[in-house]
């Protein structure tokens, strides 16, 4: 029943993005005095049909899309060029708004889906990394480390076993997961009775041994998996701070003072400039809390004396490490110029490292109020007294909050969103491309047909909106696919339009016709192969 569901409600989206196209043509060509020779639903051969006015309405037999068939679309003959409700006969600029509707119902219907989304409330349209990144900081996805299992079927071999819900599976028959694939994939290659799997509930270790039955159903399911960039602790100091503070080898950061730290940059940039840390870490099947107080002591640094100016009189050398003004511990070269103007006293008192020591100088400012020296910052990150890399560390999703605006904001966001998902579909389009022409194969990601149909199986678990939101992406596809400058494409034929402004006169009907056939046949070909690799992936 789910795949008839799947298939119908795949129909029906399908239909309905291709239909609203066409309806575009359809009514700015019929505003336009063009006449339409037939709107049809489905692909031929044609099962029905009724006529009204000069459009014949039908009904075909293959229900996918439909079509818009104008008067003088594709014809050379002559005679039409002078028949004033002809395609051909109309100026450049009412064929390229004739062309162009199509692109546009399209990119409005998504602008009105994702307005409808936004108020109702849909989960977060996450493309790209960085939105994913952008999500987990401001709250909207909640992340825990780990495979966390989210459902268990009652009565299944997981539930029999005593797997709960929250468990975190460590090993699968001694295989750590650390995708969602590997997570559907490890039990088929389960050769005996049954499979044994290692999780922690709490802080307690527990195996569990769950009876194989036909076709594997364990009946257990898990959060979906994000393979998040991380840092990992390769080697810390001996006897270092770190080490004393509790950092270990081979622990993984999780965050700093609560900030989420993927790449060594965050580590980094959340260790500058802070008296203490609080790290948590990933070790083995724990989270822990570490507290490391900071001993970067030397924050600024002298790197020129002017000659004849009050500090060399007072006997400043290059390389000393100001520490204080006044009593006051400094951090950076501002805080020194901004503790010597405060004072506005005649003379400071400045504290010096120089070779481990502190001395003490007493500095008078001169005329212009700074004491004559050049001053920089240490860049120094001593808290990092361990080595460290890049790791993708499994991580699930265990919450994503619902976007939801007020319906006066509404549209306007969806706008705003429409906007950015055209500009993503531009550059992934044009990496597609890319990737056809340079490598001669479809990259990782692109679907076609049978990847989208599994797409819509998704979706329609996941409930109404889901499938709102993904209609709204696949318009904007659509729209975005279909403006592109290729032969078959409405961007094609607008490409011809705009040669025969610049040229001065049409381009051939013929020609024209040559070029839009073999166009569609390389995208019948590429359609094919899309599907082929969909079809090979299902197995």
Excluded at 37 to 47: D, V
Excluded at 89 to 117: Q, W, Y
Excluded at 379 to 391: A, H, Q
Excluded at 459 to 481: D, K, N, Y
């Amino acid at each position: 029943m789910s795949i008839l569901l799947t298939t119908f409600v795949f129909i029906v989206i399908f239909s309905v993005l291709v239909l609203v196209h066409e309806f575009g043509h359809f009514i700015v060509a019929r505003k336009s005095g063009i006449t339409v020779e037939e709107f049809g639903f489905g692909l031929p051969p044609r099962i029905w049909g009724v006529k009204k006015g000069d459009t014949l309405y039908s009904i075909n037999l293959i229900p996918f899309g439909g079509f818009v068939r104008l008067l003088g679309e594709d014809d050379a003959d002559t005679k039409l060029l002078k028949n004033k409700k002809s395609f051909s006969s109309k100026s450049p600029r009412v064929r390229m708004m004739v062309i162009i509707a199509g692109v546009v119902m399209n990119f409005l219907l998504a602008v009105l889906l994702l307005t409808t989304g936004f108020i109702v409330g849909i989960k977060p349209l996450i493309i790209t990394g960085d939105d994913v990144f952008m999500a987990i900081e401001r709250g909207g996805v909640g992340i825990e480390t780990g495979v966390i299992v989210k459902t268990v079927d009652s009565g299944s071999p997981a539930d029999k076993a005593g797997l709960k819900i929250g468990d975190r599976i460590l090993k699968i028959d001694g295989k750590e997961i650390k995708n969602n694939d590997q997570f559907h994939n490890v039990f088929k290659e389960v050769r005996g009775t049954s499979s044994v799997v290692d999780i922690m509930r709490g802080d307690e270790l527990k195996v569990l041994v769950l009876q194989i039955i036909p076709g594997n159903v364990l009946g257990f399911g898990i959060y979906d998996l994000l393979p998040m960039p991380r840092v990992a602790i390769r080697e810390v100091l001996k006897s270092g701070v770190s080490e004393k503070a509790g950092i270990r080898n081979g622990d993984v950061v999780l965050s700093i003072n609560g900030k989420q730290v993927y790449f060594p940059e965050d580590l980094l940039v959340a260790l500058s400039g802070v008296d203490s840390m609080n790290y948590k870490l990933a070790r083995g099947n724990t989270v822990v809390d570490v507290v490391l107080k900071s001993f970067q002591n030397d924050s600024v640094v002298v790197s020129s004396v002017i000659s004849g100016s009050p500090a060399e009189k007072a006997g400043i050398l290059d390389g000393d490490s100001i520490v204080s003004v006044n009593g006051v511990a400094v951090k950076n070269p501002q805080n020194v110029i901004d503790i010597t103007k405060a004072a506005n006293v005649n003379t400071n008192t400045y504290g010096i490292r120089r070779e481990g020591q502190i001395i003490y100088r007493d500095i008078k400012i001169g005329a212009d109020g700074l004491i004559g020296v050049g001053l920089s910052p240490v860049v120094s990150f001593l808290n990092t007294d361990f080595s460290f890399y890049s790791v993708d560390y499994p991580t699930s999703v265990v919450r994503i909050d619902d976007v939801r605006y007020p319906f006066w904001t509404a549209p306007i966001k969806a706008i705003e969103e429409s906007g950015r998902l055209s500009s993503l579909t531009v550059s992934m389009f044009l990496g597609f491309i890319q990737s056809l022409f340079t490598k001669f194969a479809v990259p990782e990601g692109v679907s076609g047909p049978v990847g989208i149909a599994q797409l819509t199986s998704v979706f329609v678990q996941e409930g109404f909106m889901s499938l709102i939101r993904f209609m709204a992406l696949l318009s904007m596809s659509l729209a975005i696919i279909n403006i592109f400058p290729f032969p078959a494409l409405d961007g094609g034929r607008l490409l011809f339009i705009v040669a025969e402004v610049l040229v001065g006169k049409k381009i051939g009907a013929r020609f024209e016709s040559i070029v839009h056939a073999v166009g569609f046949v390389f995208l019948m070909l590429l359609i094919f192969a899309v599907t082929y690799k969909d079809v090979i992936r299902l197995f």
